[in-house]
């Protein structure tokens, strides 16, 4: 029992520096991001929705993360000399979780608080899983012809190879796409009922929007980054930034096809809304057609003065891209810096010998002569 805690609270020890230094190093970058939306506040959404998926992802990548070409090198070769004091790198920010026995038992005590909460989140996560799996289940395809026949026709015109099935049931959801591997796009059978077909269409072709994204994926982790960051306010920002944004790029992306008009699909926002099935988007529920209320008006203003507009996809992939490249791996390159302490260690034992260095200099290991036997 003592050998299992032992090494117990070493691991708890790096849980908690993990979860500590990451959020430091993804606070840097959030900073980062806005300070160039407030340079550039016409930054495209496209461009914004990665560079706060990058930093989501500074979350879970390892702390000590560095290349040589990444910003804070650059930075460090430029401007940092042998006599100048240190950049925040992952070496300082580890010293603050020094080995100590009181700092220890306190990161002990967080470790356990910290998992017996993932627990209680993670369980919650899967009820409402399981819930929705068992509500889709129950739930029956749609056959009827004109929207067996719009879904088809967008799935066409976004490229999206499966098959795709509509499903309805009666309880009062907002429309959502459910999977990632064979998709299924659930509608309310109140709203089906309605025959009202620039609604539906506009249904169909938003959740679509979501499937060509590959949006369900993206979630799934999102939601394992936010089970593990609980604590963290940042996460919940980001969370809730990037729920709009990709919101907002599924409305541009069914708008660009130019087969639904801005004012029908605006509308069919308004009309899903008073069906008093909109709810909040909780982030541990599927993508939904509405998102969150308070959103509602950012996107209607946006549909409302929707222009069609040249987009130029690999250009923004390569700016993210570069931004990831470049200042994602935050910690600095601890090679160099390794070698320089091992050959301080080593002069620091040598200077600190009690013998003289005349002593020192004669002193000689004894040898073993080996003789030839006979």
Known sequence: MDISIEHLIPTSHSVIEFLMINSFYSLLLAVIVILLKLVYPKLPKSIEYGFW??????????????????????????????????????????????????????????????????????????????????????????????????????????????????????????????????????????????????????????????????????????????????????????????????????????????KVKPEDYGNSLLQVLRFNISGDNHSLLPAKFLGHKNQIKNRISAIGNYTLSQHHPYLRICLVLTFALFLLPISDNKQADSKQLTNKEKSYKIDTSPFPKSVKDDIKLPTVERSNRD
């Open 53 to 258: 998926c990058v930093v989501l992802l500074r979350l879970i990548l390892p702390n000590d993360l560095s290349f040589d070409y990444a910003l804070i090198n650059i930075i460090k070769s430029l401007f940092i000399t042998s006599n100048s004091p240190e950049l925040f790198t992952s070496q300082i920010l580890s010293n603050i979780f020094n080995h100590d026995s009181a700092n220890l038992k306190l990161n002990n005590t967080l470790f356990y608080g910290w998992l017996l909460i993932v627990c209680f989140i993670s369980a919650r996560y899967l009820s409402l899983r399981i819930n929705l799996i068992k509500m889709l289940n129950r739930s029956h395809p749609v056959v009827e012809y004109w929207p067996v026949r719009c879904a088809n026709r967008w799935r066409l015109s976004f490229w999206i190879k499966h098959r795709v099935i509509i499903i309805a049931a009666d309880k009062f959801l907002s429309p959502f796409t459910f999977s990632f591997v064979n998709p299924v796009i659930f509608i309310p059978r109140k709203i089906l009922e309605t025959k009202n077909e620039p609604l539906i269409e506009s249904i169909i072709a938003h959740e679509m929007a979501h499937i060509k994204r590959q949006d369900s994926l993206w979630l799934a982790l999102q939601n394992v980054i936010q089970i593990l960051y609980f604590f963290n306010p940042l996460v919940w920002l980001v969370v809730r930034q990037l729920s709009s944004l990709r919101e907002s790029l599924c409305d541009d992306m069914v708008l660009s096809v130019d």
